[in-house]
């Protein structure tokens, strides 16, 4: 009798993990889709650039009368909020001719598939960001453990339409955007280099990308892909300047300070900012920190 109780209580206590590390997978997966992210109200940085991004997961519209370029999808679940941020700004989804990707990780292409299906947009990348992104942001240059971990949370893949080489130009109509392959952080990490038009003056933007060290994540030659990538960046001119995680270009500090300045683009008119972001992108390579 004592037996069978004790079978009870252990099938009770069975059921109980099992339902419990059912709910806890639902959470993580949920946590994962869009990495807790939160809308942000979507607004111009200057000219024909717009935020569109999350509360720190970044994306960026350009707009031409002959259609849209949008830069980064986030995470797999916050396509909704990027698209209800274009909205808002009086702007159609499926006016967004050019999809791009700073790089393939699952925080800044996850949602690149729900985009494209979304738009039709045509989605352009570097040779090594392509090959992952179409792999759902597995990528076979870092070793293991962490491409296990890589492919057990592979996004949806996109299609990947036009590869293009570092220095290449990506047109639509009269925009164009430069794009300039930027490794270390990944392989195929990018920047785009544009102009945009704010009234009587054109202003110099780079979109630039992660300069962190990742754990785990490092591929051959990722040493020497910084060295340029520092180089690239610092000749680069940049009147504004972003990057794909809103707080460290400033996104709300200067967002809010648009309200007391003389033109609301001044506030992202910042170079020295952006020399800030490479020495100190730099300075943490040399260091050997590691995130």
Request: charge should be positive.
């Amino acid at each position: 009798m004592s037996n069978l109780k004790s079978r009870r209580w252990l099938l009770v206590l069975l059921g109980l993990v099992m339902a419990l590390a059912v709910f806890l997978g639902i959470k993580w997966r949920e946590g994962t889709d869009n990495g807790g992210q939160k809308p942000a109200e979507p607004f111009r940085i200057a000219g024909n650039l717009y935020y569109v991004g999350a509360n720190d997961i970044a994306s960026f519209l350009i707009t031409g009368p002959e259609g849209h370029v949008l830069i980064d999808g986030g995470y797999p679940g916050t396509p909704p909020l990027i698209m209800a941020s274009i909205a808002k700004l009086g702007f159609d989804i499926k006016d967004v001719k050019v999809l791009l990707n700073s790089e393939h990780h699952f925080d800044h292409a996850g949602g690149l598939a729900a985009l494209q299906e979304a738009s039709g947009a045509e989605l352009w990348a570097s040779e090594a960001s392509a090959a992952a992104i179409t792999a759902g942001g597995y990528d076979a240059d870092i070793p293991l453990p962490m491409r296990a971990i890589a492919w057990a949370i592979r996004y949806p893949a996109p299609r990947v339409d036009h590869v293009f080489k570092d220095g290449d130009t990506i047109r639509v109509g009269t925009t164009a955007l430069t794009a300039h392959v930027t490794g270390g952080h990944t392989r195929g990490c990018t920047s785009y280099a544009f102009p945009v038009r704010d009234g009587e003056r054109v202003l110099q933007v780079v979109s630039a990308c992660s300069l962190v060290v990742l754990q785990g994540t490092g591929y051959p030659g990722y040493r020497s892909d910084f060295e340029r990538t520092f180089r690239v960046l610092r000749s680069l001119p940049a009147d504004i300047w972003v990057t794909s995680h809103a707080r460290l270009f400033g996104r709300y500090r200067k967002f809010v300070a648009r309200a007391d300045a003389a033109n609301p683009a001044d506030p992202f008119v910042d170079r020295e900012g952006y020399r800030a972001y490479i020495d100190s992108g730099e300075a943490r390579f040399r260091r050997g920190v590691v995130h």
